[in-house]
């Protein structure tokens, strides 16, 4: 190797080295923001029957469904707008309810919010304010975002997420195994992760 190469790769070296360090942390940031993405909530164990102690009025002769949403949690709105999409193909067949937690200890209204306007403006949706997540904690959900189906004889039918990944609208298995259990009585599955921030979390 000539000293006039040596000399060139010794100049570029350093920036050489830069490049590589910017790859590595762009790679790394990349691959941080997939995994909070595709990193789901907690699991959480729902009644197979709706619970009689609940305040949460239902319609008769429909299926309820029930969201659970954290009022500061942007990832919920994609979840809501999932809903919407329900309610637009199934809106006769459902009863649909948006629960809003209020966090214990939190100032006067703290639980208000993009989420819980955003559900306001989907038509026939409820949207009700979850005092200290009293009923969260009756259905056993813990993420924002999470979805309970309910027949019109309160049996469970769907306990999960209806979004495909954190703060991701469009075609996912949730939504699709609600809207099989609405359109055929079947899905291949009566559940799906949960994508949202933890409803127990008054800083998401």
């Known amino acids: 190797m000539s000293a006039m190469n040596r000399a060139s790769l010794r100049a570029a070296a350093p920036w050489l080295l830069l490049g590589a360090l910017w790859l590595a942390v762009v790679g790394g940031g990349m691959h941080r923001l997939w995994r909070y993405a595709s990193d789901p909530g907690a ?3 729902a009644p197979a029957h709706w619970p009689p102690e609940s305040r949460i009025a239902r319609a008769p002769g429909r299926a309820t469904l029930v969201m659970f949403a954290h009022p500061h949690c942007p990832c919920t709105r994609a979840s809501v707008g999932e809903l919407a999409w329900l309610v637009a193909h199934f809106g ?15 100032p006067p209204g703290w639980e208000e919010g993009d989420i819980g306007r955003l559900a306001a403006d989907v ?5 009700e304010v979850d005092a200290g997540g009293v009923e969260a904690a009756r259905f056993g959900a ?63």
């Open 43 to 45: 699991e959480a164990a």
């Open 123 to 127: 038509p026939g949706v409820h949207v």
């Open 92 to 106: 006769p067949q459902i009863d649909p309810h948006v629960l809003v937690l209020r966090a214990p200890s939190t």
């Open 142 to 204: 813990k993420t924002s975002g999470h979805v309970l189906l309910y027949d019109a004889g309160g049996r469970l039918l769907f306990s999960g997420g209806i979004t495909g990944a954190r703060g991701h609208a469009g075609d996912n298995l949730g939504r699709a195994r609600v809207a099989s259990l609405l359109a055929t009585g079947t899905a291949d599955r009566a559940d799906s992760p949960v994508f949202g921030c933890a409803l127990e979390d008054s800083r998401p």
